[in-house]
């Protein structure tokens, strides 16, 4: 008979009851197998007694904490000083833009003073005739 | 600090940049309109007429700056003169005819650039260009003590201009055949009876050709302002009134500058003030060369 394989010679670890079949009847009479079988009991026992640490990870707030400085802006940051600055001078443009005075009125006195207007008025220009320019004479 | 907080903290800033600049600019007021555009807002002038004006009349406003300041400082030496008890009759004399001189160029200038306005504008520029000599004239009357019968007269004419209105007679006008008070610059000099009839041997034409000049001034400018405002009036017509209209000013202006000098010597320290005053009232007139 061939050599158990290591399957077979796992299902031989059960430990919930004594070897019994033709697997049994070889591995009484082959010195090979019942070293090997031998290996892995060692090697399963070896590994039941290893403990595996949980650490309780929580990746999702890991992840998020992680992600958090990107949510957050820090405003001695050069990116949000320039979103400042730009704020202010669209606030300041805008403001500019719409309190623009409109076209200025112009009155009569002021077209007149442009044209001079007023050196046509029958007034003296030494004042010295201005009495008898501006008088009224009516009696 | 979270994108949403910065986010609010943007708009935010924008709104008090915004109301900031906004407030800043209202306050601020529009600015002070250049001459030009003084005229072409007024008359609304349309870009080709403002070309043709301007290819037609280049350097009014320079030329009218600088014959508007010669006419100022000539009229600031004419006051310091007579301020001066010292000086001279004939400096005196010169230099109210440099006064009247400067004005004659200054007014020949801005009637040169009324008729090139003229000849571009339409009828409706050309009534409302008349509006504002009326408004001149008004005022000129106005401060004159115009009454009703003055303000009525509309803009058809100066308010003393024969003929014109229908409430001639009325108020206190001045039209032709009204009496002036020749003796006002006795007045205005505050003369006694004394000094009047020692000015009276002195001069003893003055009132009359006082009274005769100061109706020729007055009818020269009633038809300058006539021919000026008439559209159909030729330009050389309207300069041969404004030459007429000058002329007429400058013997009345003269006359009286030699009147006042001779009873220079007569006058007391405070009527030297009167006179002093009266020159103030010619350098300080409506007129830019009084304001600048």
Do not use: K
Request: hydrophobic content about 40%.
């Amino acid at each position: 008979m061939e050599h158990l394989s290591d399957n077979q010679l796992l299902d031989l670890l059960n430990p919930q009851g004594p070897p019994a079949g033709p697997q049994a009847d070889h591995l009484a009479g082959c010195e090979d197998c019942r070293r090997r079988l031998a290996d892995l009991r060692q090697t399963w026992d070896v590994l039941g007694q290893w403990s595996v640490e949980d650490r309780e990870v929580d990746l999702t707030a890991r992840i998020m904490s992680q992600a958090q400085p990107a949510r957050t802006i820090r405003l001695w940051q050069p990116r949000a000083l320039v979103r400042v600055a730009a704020a202010i001078a669209l606030g300041v443009a805008l403001g500019s833009l719409a309190g623009r005075p409109g076209a200025p009125a112009i009155s009569h006195e002021q077209v007149s003073e442009a044209m001079y207007l007023d050196v046509l008025a029958l007034q003296s220009p030494t004042g010295w005739t201005s009495p008898l320019l501006e008088e009224t004479g009516s009696n | 600090m979270t994108r949403r907080i910065f986010h609010f903290g943007l708009l935010a800033l924008v709104l008090v940049a915004g109301t900031g600049a906004y407030a800043l600019r209202q306050g601020l007021g529009p600015p002070a309109p250049r001459p030009a555009d003084c005229t072409r807002h007024w008359l609304s002038l349309s870009q080709s007429q403002c070309e043709q004006i301007q290819q037609d009349d280049p350097d009014f406003h320079t030329d009218a700056q600088a014959l508007s300041q010669s006419l100022r400082a000539h009229q600031q030496a004419l006051i310091a003169d007579v301020s001066e008890p010292a000086t001279p009759a004939e400096q005196i004399r010169a230099q109210a005819e440099a006064v009247v001189e400067a004005h004659q160029a200054l007014m020949r200038r801005i009637v040169q650039h009324l008729l090139a306005v003229r000849r571009h504008a339409d009828v409706r520029q050309c009534t409302l260009l008349n509006q504002l000599y009326a408004n001149v004239v008004q005022t000129t009357g106005l401060q004159n003590g115009a009454g009703p019968g003055r303000q009525r007269r509309g803009y058809g004419g100066p308010p003393w201009a024969p003929g014109q209105g229908t409430d001639q007679g009325q108020g206190r006008g001045m039209g032709r055949g009204q009496r002036h008070r020749y003796g006002q610059l006795a007045s205005s000099l505050g003369l006694t009876a004394a000094q009047q009839a020692a000015a009276t041997q002195t001069d003893p034409n003055y009132t009359a050709d006082a009274a005769r000049l100061t109706q020729e001034v007055r009818d020269a400018y009633a038809a300058f302002v006539r021919a000026l405002q008439d559209l159909d009036t030729p330009d050389a017509q309207v300069q041969q009134a404004l030459e007429a209209f000058i002329t007429s000013r400058r013997q009345l202006e003269l006359r009286t500058v030699d009147y006042v000098l001779s009873i220079r010597p007569l006058l007391s320290a405070e009527q030297q003030q009167q006179l002093i005053g009266l020159s103030r009232r010619g350098g300080g007139r409506r007129w830019r060369g009084g304001r600048l």
